[in-house]
């Protein structure tokens, strides 16, 4: 289960890391998905592999899973949601304005130059 | 009464709540609001640090779990300070935009508050989980402040920002898992106590996590190579929000402080000074690339955005000694970078509204109405920044060049210090004189600005934000006649910070304390 876990974490951040670097804007917002799927299985295992056990302490058990790293993903899962939704919005008000889905807005990248030439 | 601790988290969410369901048809209303709470903040962020100024770690434990179990906020005197340097400067730019930047979109007041909120948590807790939680309420808002007023332009910059960020902030998770899963605990102090018995099979985990924090908080403080959303990002939003976003990046810089000295410090066992090999020479090399930026830069807010990455590299140059007197130096240059980046991105901006179309392009066009004003401001802001006597750039780099002569690199450090502060003279000096000595040159009958005259003329007659840039700069005054007493307190901060003893104390032993503490009251 341990090596079924990492070599997913692993594939998950491949993925992700690869999708992140594309030039189209689609693919990135994918990517991040991926890299928050990933690092939210990294948590879930930090409180180690543990197999049928209740995440709360109690007299009645003598095993227990870290419930920690659960509410912990719960968070996480929480925050990544809301931001895939905020650049899912950002990204698409800026391909309504540019036109383009590319991620400098333009096929060429101009970031810097028009950048620094344009006004507010 | 320790509740006040939470209220500079409480009041501005509670404010910004307050303000998009109650008044968010009516302006007037919220800048009042919005004024009010900041002014409140800032009361309280003076009195959390005249408490602090004693040496007392101030812990307040969230929902009353004790630590390392629950949540606590821990004020310290570094905390103190960045709480009250962010409610000066929030407090001034919030006037300088309730003056009509925060007309061109809506809910600004609301972000304003929410922002606020983010970065006064991520100061005050004593949780890294924790801290994430505040990066990302303060990076939401930031994300909103950033667009504010949209143009395709600030989109396409504001799209890479988010992107940068959000994969800033999954790193920051890893970081995060790896660490619980060596340690088993997230608190600040618990931390500081535990990695220092990490077994040395787990070393390695626990320096990944450490070092891939690094690359998080490097994100945030524009470390190179980690820094090239920021000029995009500064140049093309509003104003007052660059000028907020000044202490953004000091955000980064108070969590590497607080990560790398005080938990990753000498009493981390086989991982002290984890950062030390890697801070140094990326803030030496970030100090320089600053600097050109500031010398190639062919507008005036492209420079200034170099000018904040350049200040970032001064700064982490000090902090990446990690001795108590260069960090003492580090925080009074933090100060200081923070008011005159401020007080640089409005004064920009003002420069930039009477200058017509030509904006804030480096090129000839005339001198702007109210030309000699300004032209003393810039010269002010220019000589603050540079670091010429007599103002607190000099003191700042001075404190700094002081606590560097005993590391072994001294040579390397000063002369890149020094050459760097040429570099920013010849930009500011070469950008001045092009706007207001080679400007006179220039007939004021050029015909596109005739054009945009009464776009332009227009705006001169509000004497606020030019009294809000007026008192950024007396800010930096007041830094350099206090710095005695500033400088007392950073040494203390420092010393706080190397030897966090008393920290640890405050967060871990209140469990014990706090029954008899009852007592005695």
């Given amino acids: ?120 | 009464m320790s509740n006040i601790l939470a209220l500079p988290i409480v009041l501005p969410s509670l404010m910004a709540a307050v303000m998009v369901l109650a008044m968010r048809h009516d302006l007037v209303l919220q800048r009042i609001f919005g004024i009010a709470s900041v002014t409140v903040v800032l009361a309280i962020s003076i009195y959390i640090l005249i408490r602090a100024a004693s040496g007392e770690v101030m812990v307040y434990e969230l929902g009353a779990w004790p630590a390392p179990f629950g949540i606590v906020l821990a004020i310290d005197r570094l905390a103190a300070l960045m709480l009250l340097l962010t409610s000066v400067v929030a407090l001034l730019v919030l006037v300088y935009a309730s003056a009509g930047d925060d007309t061109r979109g809506r809910h600004f007041h609301a972000l304003f508050q929410f922002q606020l909120m983010g970065l006064n948590g991520a100061f005050l807790t004593g949780d890294i989980f924790n801290l994430f939680v505040f990066f990302e309420v303060l990076l939401i808002a930031s994300y909103g402040l950033m667009l504010h007023g949209v143009g395709p332009r600030r989109l396409r910059a504001g799209t890479h920002y988010v992107v940068v960020n959000l994969v800033g902030s999954t790193l920051f998770l890893f970081a995060v898992a790896f660490i619980y899963g060596v340690t088993g605990t997230l608190n600040m102090a618990d931390l500081a106590v535990k990695v220092a018995d990490v077994p040395a099979g787990d070393q390695a985990i626990l320096q990944l996590g450490a070092l891939l924090l690094l690359v998080v908080f490097g994100v945030k403080a524009a470390l190179v190579p980690l820094h090239f959303w920021l000029p995009a990002t500064y140049s093309s939003t509003s104003p007052p929000v660059a000028a907020l976003f000044a202490i953004m990046t000091k955000v980064g810089a108070y969590a590497i402080i607080r990560v790398y000295i005080s938990i990753f410090g000498g009493g981390a066992g086989d991982a002290a000074w984890v950062a030390g090999p890697w801070l140094l020479p990326a803030a030496l090399v970030t100090l320089v690339l600053g600097m050109v930026g500031v010398l190639a830069a062919r507008s005036l807010r492209w420079m200034i955005c170099f000018s904040v990455i350049g200040s970032m590299g001064t700064l982490f140059t000090a902090i990446g000694i990690f001795d108590p007197i260069a960090t003492a130096a580090g925080l009074y240059y933090l100060l200081h970078s923070t008011l005159i980046a401020a007080a640089l991105f409005l004064l920009v901006d003002q420069i930039a509204l009477r200058r017509g179309q030509t904006d804030d392009r480096l090129e000839l066009a005339p001198v702007p109405a109210q030309g000699d004003l300004l032209a003393g401001f810039f010269f002010i802001g220019a000589i603050a920044f540079c670091g010429l006597p007599p103002l607190s750039g000099f003191i700042g780099k001075l404190f700094i060049l002081d606590a560097v002569q005993f590391n072994p690199h001294w040579p390397w450090i000063w002369a890149l210090i020094l050459l760097t502060s040429l570099l920013a003279i010849i930009g500011f000096a070469r950008a001045g004189s092009l706007v207001f000595w080679k400007g006179r040159t220039v007939a004021v009958e050029d015909p596109v600005d005739e054009e945009a005259e009464p776009a332009f003329k227009a705006a001169p007659a509000r004497p606020v934000p030019l009294a809000v840039v007026a008192l950024f700069l007396l800010g930096t005054a007041l830094l350099t006649a206090f710095a005695a007493p500033i400088g007392r307190y950073v040494d203390a901060t420092a010393a706080q910070l190397h030897d966090p003893v008393d920290y640890i104390e405050a967060v871990l032993g209140v469990a014990t304390l706090a029954p008899t503490e009852e007592v005695e009251e």
């Fill in chain 1, 1 to 120: 289960m341990e090596l079924l876990i990492s070599t997913g974490v692993g594939v998950l951040v491949a993925a992700g890391v690869y999708l992140v670097l594309r030039a189209r804007t689609f693919p990135v917002i994918v990517g991040l998905a991926l890299l928050s799927y990933a690092v939210n299985l990294l948590i879930f295992s930090m409180g180690r592999l543990v197999v049928d056990r209740p995440p709360i302490l109690s007299l009645h058990l003598d095993a227990y899973t870290d419930p920690l790293p659960q509410a912990l993903v719960l968070t996480a899962i929480v925050i990544s949601f809301g931001m895939t939704a905020l650049i899912v919005v950002i990204i698409l008000r800026s391909f309504l304005e540019t036109g383009s889905d590319h991620v400098d807005g333009d096929e060429e990248g101009r970031l810097t130059e028009t950048g620094e030439r344009s006004g507010r």
